[in-house]
């Protein structure tokens, strides 16, 4: 079975410009994340969604910031206009709510850099 | 709010080695705990984990005790191995849901 999958691994844009990521997450799962781990930290969450419905937003910064995930599968996470600070790695992760094991599958993440 | 503190790395090790990385949380009710991995150039894997006080996870050689009365889930290995060198995550979830709350990470490398 395919893991989560993220695309495109790297990516390098210069300041001010949009930029856009796209995740699919394991077959079946209804509730997806977006974290972003900067250097040398742990990841932190975006978003959550919860099929279709984004149930926690609170830490995604919305002037610049948006994530959509139309029919309750893939998500795309948007930055629109990409500031310096933004350079990190941003990971999706899956998870089947209501499994008796709830856990967070990841996949392997964008690199962006913003020069 | 909840947080996690691991022991600052870069720990070093030869092979065979015994491992201990330490983490201790803040949070509030009762979490459930996780140690995940990250190799070089991938994603995070779940190493292992506990929903609850006293309950031992373990996996490929790793262990944690769940220990309320400390707030800890130090991650153990009794013989590391070249393969191990990765950074290493511990983190807390309340709410069967919810997000995870992360460690800064650990990076461990053994040699030979």
């Known amino acids: 079975e395919a893991g989560v999958v993220q695309s495109p691994r790297y990516k390098i844009i210069e300041k001010k410009q949009p930029v856009a990521f796209w995740c699919n997450p394991i077959?079946?799962?209804?509730?997806l994340y977006w974290y972003r781990q900067n250097l040398g930290q742990g990841p932190e969450l975006l978003i959550r969604?919860?099929?279709?419905?984004?149930?926690?937003d609170s830490q995604l910064p919305k002037d610049r910031f948006s994530a959509e995930r139309l029919k309750g599968v893939d998500s795309t996470l948007k930055i629109q206009p990409a500031e310096l600070g933004d350079s990190a790695v941003y990971l999706c992760?899956?998870?089947?709510?209501?499994?008796?094991?709830?856990?967070?599958?990841f996949g392997a993440g964008t690199r962006l850099s913003v020069l | 709010g909840d947080s996690v503190t691991q022991m600052e790395g870069p720990v070093t090790l030869s092979e065979e080695a015994f491992l201990t990385i330490n983490c201790t949380y803040t949070a509030t009710g009762y979490p459930s705990l996780f140690w995940y991995v990250q190799y070089p150039g991938e994603g995070l894997q779940l190493l292992l984990k506990?929903?609850?006080?006293?309950d031992k996870g373990s996996n490929k050689g790793f262990e944690a005790t769940y220990r309320k009365e400390t707030t800890s889930f130090h991650l153990e290995k009794g013989s590391v191995q070249v393969s191990d060198s990765a950074v290493y995550f511990c983190a807390l979830r309340t709410g069967t849901a919810s997000k995870l709350t992360f460690g800064t990470g650990t990076r461990l490398q053994v040699t030979l």
């Open positions: 077959s079946g799962h209804n509730t």
């Open positions: 992760a899956s998870s089947l709510d209501g499994a008796k094991e709830n856990i967070q599958y």
């Open positions: 969604y919860e099929n279709e419905e984004a149930v926690d």
């Open positions: 506990a929903t609850k006080a006293d």
